[in-house]
Every structure is written in C-alpha cells, then in structure tokens.
C-alpha cells in the first residue's frame, strides 16, 4: 500500500535483493522503535529523484502513459496509532502479499511536485505514467517525502545502501532473514511533524527512528544530504535487525547501526574508515576501570542509554562493534550474541555472559581490549 501524507508528498517504490530467507517465530512481547538521537540540522528542498528503479538485481520496468480518464482511487490515510507490538523477529508479517508484478504511478502535481506512489492521484495532473516492475526480490523498500522532495540520488543509494548492509549481515556475521518484507522510509522536514510521526517521547529529539509497529523509516531532512544519508544507514541497520535478529541489548544495537551508518559501499563491497572518528574516540575512552565501564555500556537498558552522555555511549558502543569486526576471533563472538539472539528473539539475551564465554580471554580481556581501541583508534580502513 501507498502512504498518504498532509501536505506535499513525494513517493517512490524501490526494490532491493534479499540476501536469503528464514522462518518466523510467533510471540509476544514489546519492541521499543529504534533511534538514532542526535540533533538534527535544517530541512532543505531536494530536486526530484530519477523515474525509474535502477541498479537491483532481477528486476525489470517499463513504463506506460495514463489516460486522464481512467478511474482513481484515493489512497488509505497513514495509521498513526502507537500500539506496541512485538519485535519484528516474532512477527515478521510485513508481506504485503502481492503479485510479482507491481504498478507504481508518477506524476506531477500543479506546484511541479513530482509524485510516486501505487495508488493512483485523486486530482488533475501532468505526465502521468505507470511503471510496470516485473520479477521484484524479496524485500520492497518504499522511500516518500512528507513534506520535502527526497534526496536526488536516494532511488539509487537506499539500494545500494540497503544491499550492502544485507550482505555484510550474511557473509561476514552470518545472519540471513525473512523474505518478502516490506519497509518503509518517510523523509521530514518540519520538526514539529517529525515529533508527531515518531510518536514524541525520546525520540522528537532524534534526527531518525525505525518504528517497529509501523516497519517504517522516519529520517530528518538534513542540510547535508550525506548526513541524510548516513541517518538513513543507521536506520536501515536496525530494520534489518529487528526483521532478522530480534530485540538485540540496545548498547549492541546503537553499536551495529552507528558502525554501518560510516559504511561506504563501493562495488560489490565497501569500507569503514575507522580511523575518520579518531578523536571522537579517545574522547570517549573511559578513565577509571575498563570492565567497570564495559560492564556499565552493555547495561544500558530502553531509553537509559539517550539520556545523559549519550554521544560518548554511542561512539563507545560503535567502538566494540568495530572491534569485534576487526577480527575473526571477535566477528565469531559477535556472531554468537546475534545467533543466540535469533533463537529467543523477544527477549533481549544477556551479551555479558555470552561475550564471557565467546571472547578469547573472556569479558575482561575484551574490555581491556575494548578500552584499548578507545584510547588508541587503529588508523585503517576495514573493507569487505
């Protein structure tokens, strides 16, 4: 289903490749959405993005002229109710269980808005088309400016993104998901309305938020469009882990998003210069006992962890993501907590315990290990 948006609205469906599927579970218990809690900068106005789906796999468009004539049907208002609901690991129901093929409707309205959705305008307008796109993979991806033009590049880059990301997931952490999801990203501009949208609480603070009970996206439009970009990378990470592993310890969850969120794809791969947050790091570096302080991190629990300090407890836990995936023996462990996590996935598992039994030297030497990374940030690039 299309979104319908107050206000000027842009839509565009876009298609990515699912890496591989699993099964899903059926249980019951709350999922917090997911935030990324930072500031945001001031909206700006984005051309119009590209007409057609490029760049992923398997899939193929083609485009038809509309009769003015032709009947329309006014697309549903978006349901702006705030229900918990249960990880998306538990109730991975986000197929929308359609047909391979999918019609989506461009069109420009009177103030030179270009518009992209699967309903059809309900008012007189220019350059109507219909793109018809055949053998769609398994996970849809339906990008959308609530009040703003979207990025002019995000059709192509919310693929390329979204793909890298996948892949990484499978072939270094081997973690695969379920099939035929669909998700939902809605670009903001005005502060106000973003606050509305995320449901207010911590999250009208936040610069972007993946809202599990509605699948969807919600990203503030950023004065820098790589900033927006990097927003949305972070926010695509936890859709990807509350689709695929569950209601991850939130210190592992930020510390996966905010290690993707500086992922630059290139090719079939891509990179992390970890040496860019240098002195972001050893600002961040704790000064009293290190197991204390990782002991302190991995306890952060809800929204305990976007209080006080919370840029440091971000730069703190992306540093022990990236210090787990600098090696084999730590992208095992890491591995460890998102298999164990994928096997209860409606509970958030105790990653102390298991990072004891899984780390070569056990929690203690991981936080010295950890603490070492902090106060001396490797000056390399990780590439996949």
């Known amino acids: 289903m299309s979104i319908m948006f ?13 890496i591989s599927a699993t099964g899903c579970r059926e249980t019951s218990a709350p999922a917090q959405p997911s935030v990324e809690a930072r500031p945001s900068a001031e909206a700006k106005q984005s051309p119009e993005p590209a007409t057609l789906p490029i760049a992923a796999p398997a899939v193929v468009a083609t485009e038809r002229k509309v009769d003015a004539t032709e009947p329309v049907t006014p697309a549903p208002p978006l349901d702006e109710r705030r229900d918990p609901e249960p990880s998306a690991a538990c109730l991975a129901k986000t197929s929308d269980g359609g047909s391979p093929v999918a019609s989506i409707h461009r069109w420009v309205d009177g103030a030179g808005v270009t518009h992209y959705s699967d309903q059809a305008p309900t008012t007189p307008v220019s350059g109507h088309r219909v793109l018809e796109v055949h053998g769609l993979p398994d996970i849809k991806v339906e990008a959308s400016g609530y009040d703003v033009n979207l990025p002019s590049d995000l059709q192509r880059r919310a693929i390329v993104d979204a793909v890298a990301v996948q892949r990484v997931f499978h072939d270094t952490l081997g973690i695969d998901g379920p099939s035929h999801a669909t998700l939902k990203i809605v670009f903001v501009g005005d ?3 973003y606050a509305t949208l995320v449901g207010g609480g911590v999250l009208a603070a936040s610069s972007g938020a993946f809202v599990p009970a509605q699948h969807t996206i919600y990203v503030r439009m950023q004065a820098d469009e790589e900033v927006a970009f990097s927003i949305l990378r972070h926010e695509i990470t936890h859709a990807l882990i509350h689709e695929r592993v569950g209601d991850l310890p939130v210190p592992l969850n930020e510390g996966l998003a905010e290690y993707f969120r500086r992922y630059r794809p290139a090719g079939m791969g891509g990179q992390i210069d970890v040496a860019a947050d ?9 000064t009293g006992d290190d197991s204390e302080a990782l002991v302190e991190l991995m306890a952060l629990a809800g929204t305990d962890f976007y209080t006080a300090d919370r840029d440091r407890r971000y730069l703190r836990a992306y540093a022990l993501i990236a210090l787990l995936m600098r090696d084999t023996a730590g992208t095992a462990a890491l591995h460890g907590l998102l298999a164990r996590q994928q096997a209860e996935p409606c509970v958030p598992i105790r990653a102390e ?4 039994e899984t780390y070569p030297g056990g ?3 991981l936080a010295v290990d950890w603490a070492s990374f902090l106060r001396d940030p490797p000056l390399s690039v990780r590439a996949y």
């Not at 315990?353 to 004891?356: E, F, M, N, P, S």
């Open 6 to 18: 107050q206000g000027r609205r842009v839509l565009l469906a876009v298609v990515i490749a699912a």
């Open 191 to 193: 502060a106000g309305a």
């Open 278 to 286: 240098h002195d972001g790091l050893v600002g961040a570096a704790p």
């Open 353 to 356: 315990g298991i990072l004891d």
């Open 363 to 365: 929690l203690h030497a």
